[in-house]
C-alpha cells in the first residue's frame, strides 16, 4: 500500500509547516505496523535517554549533532526510544554537521534512533525501524552484538525512558529509490522533476484542528499534512521501505533521446475525418465527423508515456530476482525481465537493456543508471498488433450478415486440420439470401509505422471430423484510414500493388484475390501498409480507428470454395522487426513466445 505521509504543524492559525516539522513529528500510528514484537518494555532508571548521552564523554559529537537537528527534548521526553548512538571520531564531523538541517535529522540522527525500547541480550535476531522509516538488522552472535552492520561496543545503558547503546561507527543510510531520484549523484532531474511533478501535500481536514477565521480565511490551531505522490498511488511503491524493486533510470541525455526517438511513431495532426458507428463509406455516406486535438501535448505525453512505461521491475517476480546479483559487467543470468506493466523481454534484450549501466544501490532495491535506454521498439513504443476475431470491434456494411464467436473447446479439433486456433476462438461470418458476406474490423492502437498485414483464416471443418472435403476462402482486402492531411482514404491490393479506391467505388472494387489452405489454420499475408497518423492514444477521447474489410468473393459455386468466414485473428506486424527477424532468425528461439508472421519472400 502507498504510505501516506502524516506531517503535524502546531503553530497556531498557520497552515503551513517548517520542514524539520516533517520530519520529526510524525503521527505515532503511523509506525504501530513496524514496531517489533520482541520491543522491551520501558526499563526503570533516574535519567533519560538524552541525559545518558550527556554525560558520555565518547558522544559529545552525536549530541551536538542531535541538538542542532532538534532532537534533544524528543529523547528527554517520557515517550519511549533506544538510541544507537555512534563513538566520537568514528565518522567525519564536519562533513555531516555541513548537511542541511533536514538532511541531518534524517540522513544522520533518524537513521539511529528507533521507537520503542530494545534490550539486547544474547542470541537474537530482529528488524528494528528507525525513525526515519529504515529497516536495520540486529544480530546477536557469541557475546557479539551488531546493528546494521555496525558491531555495538557498549550496550544497554538504560534510561527511564528507553535504552542508549553506542557504536563503533555509525549505520549506513541510504536513500529509497524515490528519495534518490534527485541529480546529486547522476544528471537524471528529466526524470526527477517528471515524478515529482506529481508529488502532492494535502491538509487533513479531519484531523486539523480549526482556529478563528482570520481576513475571511480559516486558520488552525494544529495542522496536519497528509504526503504523497500520485504516480506512484497504485505502483511501483519505490518509496516504500518494505519493497523491492529495480528502476532503470534515464539520465538526462537517454531521457531526450529516447522520447525524440519514440515521437515518430506518434505522428498526430490537429484535425481529421473519421466515419462515426461504421466503417461503411457506400451506406453512411453523411457520418463524417471532424475530431480536433492537441496533437503537439498528445504526442510529448505518450512519448513520456511510453519511456516511464518500461522502466520498474519487481525483484521478487519470477526471474528477476538476479538483478540482485547484476553489477552492470553484461553478464545478467536471467532468461527474461519483468516489468510492472506486465511486459515481459527474454534473454538477449534483457542483456541489451541491462549494458553499460551503472548500478546503485538502495533501500529497497536497485537503480541502474543508463545513458541509452537500449530497448526494442517492439517490446514498448512499436509492438506487434494481435486483434482477435471474437473480440474485435466489428460491423458489417449491407446487413446481409450474421455472426457469432465459436469456441474449440479441448478435444474438439479436427485431427485433420493442423495449426492451432488463438485463444480457441474464432469469429464466424455467415451470409444471408446467397450474398458474399463482408465484414469490417476496426484496427485499434496503430502507431504511426509501416505494417505487415496477416489474416489468420480457421477451415470450415475445423470441429467436423465428417467433413470429406475442406473448402477454402476467396477473399480480397481493403483498408480505410487518413492520409497525412487527415483525409479520410480507402486502399485495396491490385496485382499486388497498393492503390488508392475512390470511397465511392469501394463496393465495386476488384482487388487480389487470396485463397487460404483449407487443411489448416492458416495465416494469410494481405499487405504491406504505412500509416501517416498514429491512433494510438485516442481511448480517452473516442473511437477513430482504422478498418481492415475482408470480403468474401467467390466467384463460381463448386465443392472447393466455401462464402462461410472463419476468422481467427489479424496481426500488424511492424516491417522493422520483420527486417530484424530476418537478421536474426534465432531471435526468439527458446523463449516460448509465439512466432511472429513473416513477409513472404518476393
Same mark, same amino acid.
Not at 472447393?560 to 511492424?574: A, E, H, K, W
Given at each position: 500500500m502507498m504510505n501516506f505521509k502524516k506531517i503535524y504543524d502546531f503553530n497556531?492559525?498557520?497552515? &503551513? &509547516?517548517?520542514?524539520?516539522?516533517?520530519?520529526?513529528?510524525?503521527? &505515532?500510528?503511523? +509506525?504501530?505496523?513496524?514496531? /517489533?514484537?520482541?520491543?522491551? *518494555?520501558? @526499563?526503570?532508571?533516574?535519567?533519560?535517554?538524552?541525559?545518558?548521552?550527556?554525560?558520555?564523554? /565518547?558522544?559529545?559529537?552525536?549530541?551536538?549533532? =542531535?541538538?542542532?537537528?532538534?532532537?534533544?527534548?524528543?529523547?528527554?521526553?517520557?515517550?519511549?526510544?533506544?538510541?544507537?548512538?555512534?563513538?566520537?571520531?568514528?565518522?567525519?564531523? #564536519?562533513?555531516?554537521? =555541513?548537511?542541511?538541517?533536514?538532511?541531518?535529522?534524517?540522513e544522520f540522527v533518524q537513521n539511529h534512533v528507533a521507537h520503542y525500547s530494545y534490550s539486547i541480550s544474547g542470541a537474537d535476531s530482529m528488524r528494528v525501524v528507525m525513525l526515519n522509516e529504515k529497516k536495520k538488522y540486529y544480530v546477536g552472535r557469541n557475546g557479539h552484538y551488531t546493528i546494521g552492520g555496525v558491531s555495538i561496543s557498549d550496550p544497554n545503558i538504560a534510561g527511564n525512558n528507553g535504552f542508549l547503546h553506542v557504536t563503533s561507527a555509525p549505520m549506513l543510510y541510504r536513500s529509497s529509490i524515490f528519495e534518490s531520484l534527485n541529480n546529486e549523484l547522476y544528471p537524471i532531474d528529466s526524470i526527477s522533476d517528471y515524478i515529482h511533478s506529481y508529488d502532492v501535500r494535502e491538509l487533513d481536514l479531519d484531523q486539523s484542528t480549526e482556529g478563528p477565521i482570520v481576513d475571511g480565511e480559516r486558520t488552525y490551531l494544529d495542522s496536519v499534512y497528509v504526503e504523497y505522490n500520485r504516480y506512484l498511488l497504485n505502483g511501483p511503491f519505490i518509496n516504500e521501505e518494505d519493497s523491492s524493486y529495480t528502476m532503470i533510470v534515464p539520465d538526462n541525455g537517454a531521457w531526450e533521446k529516447a522520447r525524440n526517438a519514440i515521437k515518430k511513431y506518434y505522428n498526430y495532426i490537429p484535425k481529421f475525418k473519421y466515419l462515426d458507428g461504421t466503417a461503411d463509406s457506400e451506406r453512411n455516406k453523411n457520418t463524417k465527423e471532424t475530431a480536433t486535438i492537441n496533437a503537439d501535448y498528445l504526442r510529448d505525453s505518450m512519448a513520456t508515456r511510453m519511456v516511464m512505461d518500461n522502466l520498474f521491475i519487481n525483484n521478487n517476480v519470477k526471474d528477476n530476482g538476479k538483478l540482485n546479483n547484476y553489477v552492470g559487467d553484461g553478464v545478467?543470468?536471467?532468461?527474461?525481465?519483468?516489468?510492472?506493466?506486465?511486459?515481459?523481454?527474454?534473454?538477449?534484450?534483457?542483456?541489451?537493456?541491462?549494458?553499460?549501466?551503472?548500478?546503485?544501490?538502495?533501500?529497497?532495491?536497485?537503480?541502474?543508471?543508463?545513458?541509452?535506454?537500449? +530497448?526494442? @521498439?517492439? !517490446?514498448? +513504443?512499436?509492438?506487434? *498488433?494481435? *486483434?482477435?476475431?471474437?473480440?474485435?470491434?466489428?460491423?458489417?456494411?449491407?446487413?446481409?450478415?450474421?455472426?457469432?464467436?465459436?469456441?474449440?473447446?479441448?478435444?474438439?479439433? !479436427? @485431427?485433420?486440420?493442423?495449426?492451432?486456433?488463438?485463444?480457441?476462438?474464432?469469429l464466424n461470418v455467415t451470409a444471408r439470401a446467397n450474398r458474399n458476406p463482408k465484414i469490417d474490423f476496426y484496427l485499434p492502437n496503430l502507431r504511426s509505422t509501416e505494417y505487415n498485414v496477416f489474416v489468420v483464416v480457421v477451415p470450415n471443418n475445423i470441429t467436423n471430423i465428417y467433413d470429406p472435403v475442406p473448402r477454402k476462402n476467396q477473399l480480397q482486402f481493403i483498408i480505410g484510414n487518413n492520409d497525412g492531411d487527415g483525409n479520410l482514404t480507402t486502399w485495396g491490393w491490385q496485382d499486388k500493388k497498393l492503390v488508392q479506391i475512390n470511397n465511392n467505388r469501394i463496393g465495386s472494387f476488384l482487388g487480389d484475390v487470396v485463397e487460404n489452405d483449407p487443411t489448416k489454420v492458416d495465416t494469410l499475408y494481405v499487405g504491406t501498409i504505412s500509416f501517416p497518423i498514429a491512433y494510438s492514444g485516442y481511448s480517452a477521447t473516442g473511437n477513430f480507428n482504422p478498418f481492415l474489410r475482408i470480403e468474401d468473393c467467390v466467384e463460381r459455386?463448386?465443392?472447393?470454395?466455401?462464402? #462461410?468466414?472463419?476468422?481467427? &485473428?489479424?496481426?500488424?506486424?511492424?516491417?522493422?522487426l520483420d527486417a530484424f527477424l530476418r537478421e536474426h532468425p534465432d531471435y526468439y528461439a527458446n523463449t516460448g513466445k509465439t512466432s511472429i508472421p513473416m513477409k513472404p519472400k518476393d
Open positions: 497556531a492559525g498557520s497552515v &503551513c &509547516c517548517g520542514l524539520a516539522a516533517a520530519f520529526v513529528l510524525l503521527g &505515532c500510528s503511523d +509506525w504501530d505496523e513496524h514496531f /517489533d514484537s520482541n520491543s522491551q *518494555i520501558v @526499563p526503570t532508571a533516574d535519567k533519560t535517554v538524552w541525559q545518558n548521552i550527556v554525560e558520555r564523554p /565518547d558522544l559529545t559529537q552525536f549530541k551536538a549533532l =542531535a541538538e542542532k537537528a532538534g532532537m534533544a527534548s524528543t529523547l528527554d521526553d517520557v515517550n519511549s526510544y533506544t538510541v544507537w548512538a555512534p563513538r566520537n571520531g568514528s565518522f567525519n564531523y #564536519d562533513s555531516i554537521n =555541513a548537511l542541511s538541517d533536514v538532511k541531518l535529522l534524517k545478467l543470468g536471467a532468461d527474461s525481465l519483468v516489468f510492472t506493466n506486465g511486459t515481459t523481454i527474454y534473454r538477449n534484450d534483457a542483456a541489451e537493456l541491462m549494458r553499460g549501466t551503472k548500478r546503485h544501490e538502495t533501500s529497497n532495491g536497485y537503480m541502474f543508471i543508463t545513458d541509452t535506454l537500449r +530497448w526494442q @521498439p517492439w !517490446n514498448s +513504443w512499436n509492438p506487434v *498488433i494481435k *486483434i482477435e476475431g471474437e473480440t474485435a470491434e466489428v460491423s458489417s456494411s449491407d446487413g446481409v450478415v450474421s455472426y457469432n464467436r465459436e469456441r474449440v473447446g479441448l478435444g474438439q479439433q !479436427n @485431427p485433420a486440420v493442423s495449426g492451432k486456433v488463438s485463444n480457441s476462438m474464432f459455386w463448386t465443392g472447393q470454395v466455401t462464402s #462461410d468466414l472463419r476468422l481467427d &485473428c489479424i496481426i500488424l506486424v511492424p516491417t522493422e
